[in-house]
């Protein structure tokens, strides 16, 4: 993919060692869809391709990463009139929190701070920042002009997963094994990258976690429009294992009320 460049060798080592010094990189975004077609339905086949191709172009999304040498923000590039996806002629679509979500980073003081919502309501995730084991390799590939450096990282999780078992509806948790690639730049000595990922030595251009694929199609050092990055400060304060428990909970809530109507429908899950 082509990388725009708007940064000069030649002043490079000025620019990253000046006390001001800022950036911004866009990431273009592809995350796979979990679709279960589940309960009753008369859906032929080239429905589930029409829902299945509305759902691909959904998960393909921009967003921009603004930081400097320890802060960072990284928040969905805003667009005018996003439609929303919503329920109708039987079909119900999870798509977690919306395009208004800010995720700030401090790696000075390992901490995060995400603004984000459930069905509304505003919530502002608080909690340490993930400590990633990465495993460094010497092997390379480019990436526009810059040389990137491959690393990787892999963790076993619980993922929830609510199933209707014996005509009840259940949180099911199991093990999956995480096996996240990245691959990121010297040339651009940020501990930073896309999302939650940091902690490389440079700036993460292309991260793959198995369900999402992140790729910076552009990067601007020291822009001449300087953002200040702000951490957000609005919604109910929790830690990440107690939004997990929320949104679990009103996510269960949701399909017991959709499944109340006839017990029909199509469930589509997008994402974890």
Sequence with gaps: MKIIITTIA????????????????????NRKSSISFGGKSTMNDKMKKQIEERMR??????????FDKSTSTYKQEAKLNAPQPKASGGIMIHTGSGGNSVYYKNIKEKRFANKTSIMGKAFLIK???????????????????YTCYKATFSK???KNKIELIDGKLENVKKKVTINTTAWYTPQIPVSNGPS???????????????????????????????NKIEE????KIV???????????????MLERFRSKDGKGI???IGG
């Design 127 to 145: 909690d340490s920042l993930q400590n990633y084991d990465w495993q460094l390799s010497s092997e390379t590939k480019n990436i526009g002009n």
């Design 196 to 226: 939650t990922f940091y902690g490389l030595p440079g700036l993460i251009l292309e991260i793959n976690d198995g369900t999402t694929t992140m790729v910076c199609t552009e990067i601007v050092i020291n822009p001449s429009e300087k």
């Design 239 to 253: 830690n990440q294992v107690k939004y997990n428990e929320i949104s679990a909970q009103k996510e269960k809530e």
């Design 10 to 29: 030649l002043f490079f080592i000025v620019l990253v060692n000046a006390q001001e010094f800022t950036g911004k990189a866009i990431y273009k975004t």
């Design 267 to 269: 469930e589509i899950n």
């Design 57 to 66: 172009k959904m998960n393909q999304k921009t967003f921009v990463l603004e």
């Design 232 to 235: 957000p400060k609005k919604g």
């Design 156 to 158: 076993e999780i619980d």
